[in-house]
C-alpha cells in the first residue's frame, strides 16, 4: 500500500472521532447538506475516471479524498464514515443484459445505443446473466477484494447491488421512441420485456445473497424515466407500476425511487409500495405541488440543483429556502445543494457559493428567519 494511502485512512479514522463530526449526531432538524458531482470531483482533483476505475489504490486514495475534503471544507450536515464503494460506474446493470458500457475521462458515461434488441423487438436476443462473469460482475469482484486488500478491514468497503429500474433499462435497450411505439403496437411485448428484466433483477439478488450469506433484500428503483411528459399516466400504470408491485413482493419492500424528473403525478401510487418512506423532490418538481400530494408521514428528500446555488445571490438564495419552508410546515424533510461542479471560471467561486449557501440555509431553515 502507498504510505500516502495509510496517512489518509488514519485521518480519516481521527476525524471520524472528532467532536465535530460527532456533533452533527445532534443538529437540529431540517438536515442541510450538499454534494459533488462526479465531474465536480474530476475538475477539483483533477484525474482521469478511466484511471480511478481501473487503479484500486487510486480509487481508494481518490475516495478518501473526498472524504476528508467534503468534511473540512463544506460544514453541513453530512457525517464521516469509513465506507467507501466498489463501483465501477452507476450504469453496470446495463452490462449485465449485454450492453456496453465506458467512461469518457470526465466521467461521463458512453452507452451502447444500437443495442440489437434496439434494431428488433424479439427477446429471444436476450440472454440470462451470470452473477459472476457477465459484464462488469468481474471488474466489480476484482476491485472490491483489491480495496479489502489495501485498506486490510479497516475501510468498509461497500458492494455495488443492482437497484436500477426496468423502465429505465427498457428504454435503453429498445431507445426512446422504439418503447413508447411499442406501448401501442406491441403492448404484449413491453410486458414481457418488463417481466424479463425484473427476473433477471431478481436472479442477481438471489446470487448476491447466497454469495454474502445475507437474507437482506431491501432495494430501491432507480428509473430516471419515470416522470412525466417521457411517459403517461397510463403507461405508467399499465406497464410501470405492476413491476414495481413484484418488486416490492421480492424485495420485502422499496426503500426509494429515482427518477430524473417530477413524480408528482405519480406519488400515491408510489405509496402503495411497503417500506417507501419518503418522496425525492428534485429541482424539475414544484415543491408546493408535491407537499400537497405527499401524505404527511412521508420524508422529503429535496434537491436544489446546482445553478439554484451557484449562481444566484444570497437574496434570491433567502427566497427561495423560505419558499421552501413555508411549503414544508409541520413536514419532515431535508434538502441538499446537489450536483456541484465547476460552473466560474474560478472554482474556489463555485465552493464559495456552496459555502455561503449552507450558511443562509442554516440560518433561514434553523434560526427563526
Not at 292 to 311: E, F, H, M, R, T
Amino acid at each position: 500500500m502507498r504510505p500516502k494511502l495509510e496517512q489518509l485512512i488514519d485521518t480519516l479514522l481521527i476525524q471520524m472521532d472528532s467532536s465535530r463530526n460527532k456533533a452533527k449526531n445532534n443538529r437540529p432538524k431540517p438536515s442541510i447538506t450538499c454534494y459533488l458531482e462526479n465531474l465536480g470531483w474530476v475538475q477539483y482533483l483533477k484525474y482521469d475516471m478511466n484511471d480511478y476505475f481501473e487503479d484500486p489504490e487510486f480509487n481508494c486514495e481518490i475516495q478518501l479524498k473526498q472524504k476528508l475534503i467534503q468534511f473540512e471544507r463544506f460544514d453541513d450536515d453530512s457525517m464521516l464514515s469509513n465506507w467507501i464503494s466498489a463501483s465501477t460506474g452507476m450504469y453496470f446493470e446495463y452490462t449485465l443484459l449485454g450492453m456496453y458500457v465506458s467512461h469518457q475521462s470526465d466521467g461521463v458515461p458512453l452507452i451502447q445505443s444500437d443495442h440489437p434488441l434496439t434494431k428488433k423487438p424479439d427477446l429471444s436476443i436476450m440472454k440470462r446473466h451470470d452473477f459472476y462473469t457477465t459484464g462488469e460482475m468481474p471488474h466489480i469482484f476484482q476491485l472490491y477484494e483489491d480495496l479489502r486488500a489495501i485498506s486490510k478491514d479497516r475501510l468498509n468497503v461497500g458492494f455495488p447491488r443492482w437497484e436500477r429500474g426496468p423502465l429505465d433499462m427498457a428504454i435503453q435497450l429498445r431507445g426512446y421512441e422504439q418503447f413508447i411505439d411499442d406501448t401501442m403496437k406491441r403492448p404484449q411485448f413491453v410486458h414481457e420485456l418488463m417481466q424479463y428484466i425484473i427476473e433477471e433483477r431478481m436472479r442477481w439478488w438471489d446470487a448476491y445473497c447466497k454469495h454474502f450469506n445475507t437474507k437482506d433484500r431491501l432495494a430501491g428503483i432507480g428509473d430516471d424515466w419515470t416522470y412525466l411528459p417521457f411517459i403517461s399516466p397510463s403507461i405508467f400504470e399499465e406497464f410501470v407500476f405492476p413491476y414495481y408491485k413484484k418488486l416490492e413482493e421480492y424485495h420485502g419492500g422499496i426503500g426509494w425511487i429515482h427518477s430524473c424528473g417530477s413524480k408528482v403525478k405519480f406519488q400515491k401510487r408510489l405509496e402503495e409500495l411497503k417500506g417507501l418512506g419518503g418522496h425525492e423532490i428534485n429541482h424539475w418538481t414544484n415543491v408546493e405541488d408535491a407537499v400537497a400530494n405527499a401524505s404527511p408521514d412521508k420524508y422529503l428528500s429535496i434537491s436544489l440543483i446546482n445553478v439554484d446555488v451557484q449562481l444566484v445571490s444570497q437574496e434570491q438564495m433567502i427566497e427561495d429556502l423560505v419558499r421552501i419552508k413555508n411549503a414544508c410546515k409541520g413536514r419532515s424533510y431535508g434538502i441538499t445543494a446537489a450536483a456541484i461542479e465547476k460552473i466560474h471560471d474560478d472554482f474556489e467561486y463555485d465552493i464559495r457559493q456552496v459555502q455561503i449557501w449552507l450558511e443562509v440555509a442554516k440560518r433561514v431553515l434553523r434560526d427563526g428567519y
